[in-house]
């Protein structure tokens, strides 16, 4: 087997894998986070298992159709949507209402490149609608703005799997042996792509990074507040000033950090949301580098993401307070006693 089939059959299995043992803990727990999460990971799975299919004996336009709407279309918007439920408690929903907003105006601007023309204008207007409905229930710290988001999610994959499998083909299927891109691709789908794909990958991300400043040790150097009941030009400085404190105070907080994590006084939520972000970063980058045409690493990016998020999944006992066999009693491994974190709970609503 050539490491053009191999990586990616890896990569499904492992997809798989994760899947069901975020189906198990949805099973035990009942999060919805969980439940989206497995969704995003069984699409991610069925994308890497058409790669393997189509490397090893050819593509064939149905499976290239099914690789793009499952990788291309479904996977990041849906993982973005499971961080979004996992921080609905959190003022998380104002960073996802920017990104809905800037995906749908990438859409806009891109209508004419990928023959959207009026779709990129609706694209636009209801990602407008989606980002304000998201802000004004995150002001007023309704738990509601998941849900907001989901409808968004479930629409435009709905509208995106109608095009991936009646766009016409712009161009020749990848041949065997080759890495695919989202050349022969070049219909609305592709619009519809950036509307799921850029809030769920950048919410992916940022949603780790965001916890893991939630739970680790602060020092901070500049102060906001994003409580309701402010007056109106308050709110609009501290949502300015937001935007550069968080990242300066998780600077300057990582010394202290590592000093915790080094002595096994850091809460496990920090680490492991770490590494769920570089695979974020891992992944994203190699997609980006794909649809400009580079695929050299594509595939071996892919498994070192999945494997970076699965290992951040399994070092945190917020998803994994207990590592037992899938849909039994019997444990692996007991969870432990976290650390005690000042103003975590404050920290994640301001």
């Not at 099914?66 to 003022?91: D, E, H, I, Q």
């Not at 209508?111 to 207007?125: D, P, S």
């Not at 990958?201 to 906001?224: E, H, N, Q, T």
Request: proline fraction near 3%; hydrophobic fraction near 55%; glycine fraction near 10%.
């Amino acid at each position: 087997m050539s490491i053009a089939v191999l990586l990616p059959a890896l990569t499904s299995l492992l997809a798989f894998v994760f899947a069901l043992l975020l189906v198990d803990q949805w099973w035990e727990r009942r999060h919805g986070f969980q439940a989206i999460w497995a969704l995003g990971m069984i699409f991610f799975g069925i994308a890497s298992a058409c790669e393997a299919i189509g490397e090893a004996g050819g593509w064939s336009e149905t499976l290239y159709r099914m690789w793009y709407m499952t990788g291309a279309v479904f996977t990041a918007g849906w993982l973005g949507l499971g961080t979004a439920y996992l921080l609905g408690k959190t003022r998380f929903g104002y960073a996802y209402a920017f990104l809905v907003f800037f995906g749908g105006f990438l859409s806009f601007v891109t209508r004419n490149t990928y023959n959207a023309g009026t779709l990129g204008v609706l694209i636009f207007i209801a990602a407008l609608v989606v980002a304000i409905a998201i802000a004004v229930e995150t002001y007023f710290q309704n738990e509601r703005w998941p849900q907001i988001a989901a409808l968004a999610v479930v629409a435009a994959s709905v509208v995106g799997a109608f095009f991936a499998f009646s766009d016409t083909l712009s161009g020749a299927l990848p041949q065997a042996g080759t890495v695919p891109t989202g050349a022969a691709m070049a219909g609305p789908v592709r619009d519809i792509s950036l509307f799921l794909n850029v809030p769920g990958g950048i919410a992916l991300v940022l949603g780790a990074l965001f916890s893991a400043y939630i739970f680790m040790p602060k020092k901070r150097m500049l102060d906001y507040s994003l409580d309701a009941g402010q007056s109106g030009d308050q709110f609009l400085f501290n949502i300015f000033l937001a935007c550069f404190a968080v990242p300066v105070n998780f600077v300057v907080s990582l010394p202290g950090a590592i000093k915790a994590l080094l002595t096994g006084k850091i809460h496990s939520r920090v680490p492991a949301t770490l590494l769920i972000a570089v695979g974020g970063i891992v992944v994203s980058s190699a997609d980006s580098l794909s649809r400009l045409g580079s695929t050299e690493g594509y595939s071996a990016g892919k498994l070192v993401a999945l494997v970076l998020i699965f290992l951040g999944f399994l070092v945190s006992s917020e998803v994994f307070r207990t590592i037992r066999i899938p849909f039994t009693n019997r444990v692996l491994r007991s969870a432990r006693q976290e650390p005690q974190t000042s103003n975590a709970a404050t920290d994640g609503a301001r």
